[in-house]
């Protein structure tokens, strides 16, 4: 994946973060969910995260879209967040 600056000529960059999931994510979620939508709620609040959820019935991956942010910010966050640490997400 190419990062780009936080900024591309003079305009805001955004990034896509993309989680493939674990098959039942729905189920197993439960234990987890408040503490990722805390998560995120967080960088919603910085102005960080513009968007996310999953997609797919039953869903079988998520988006998150973050506004004006670094390559290190967006693994940060992949990297801490609870579905990930758990083993939900199967490739970011």
């Not at 780009?4 to 987890?32: A, Q």
């Not at 990722?36 to 960088?43: I, N, P, R, S």
């Not at 960080?48 to 390559?71: C, I, Q, R, Y």
Request: proline fraction near 5%; charge should be positive; hydrophobic fraction near 35%.
């Amino acid at each position: 994946m190419k990062w780009g600056k936080r900024y591309v000529g003079g305009r805001p960059s955004y990034y896509v973060l993309h989680y493939e999931f674990v098959e039942g994510i729905k189920e197993k979620r439960t234990p987890f969910r408040k503490e990722h939508l805390d998560q995120a709620d967080k960088e919603v609040r910085k102005g960080k995260l513009l968007l996310g959820g999953a997609s797919g019935d039953p869903p079988d991956s998520g988006l998150v879209v973050f506004k004006n942010v670094s390559e290190e910010e967006v693994e940060a966050f992949a990297a801490s967040d609870p579905y990930v640490r758990n083993g939900l997400v199967t490739k970011w």
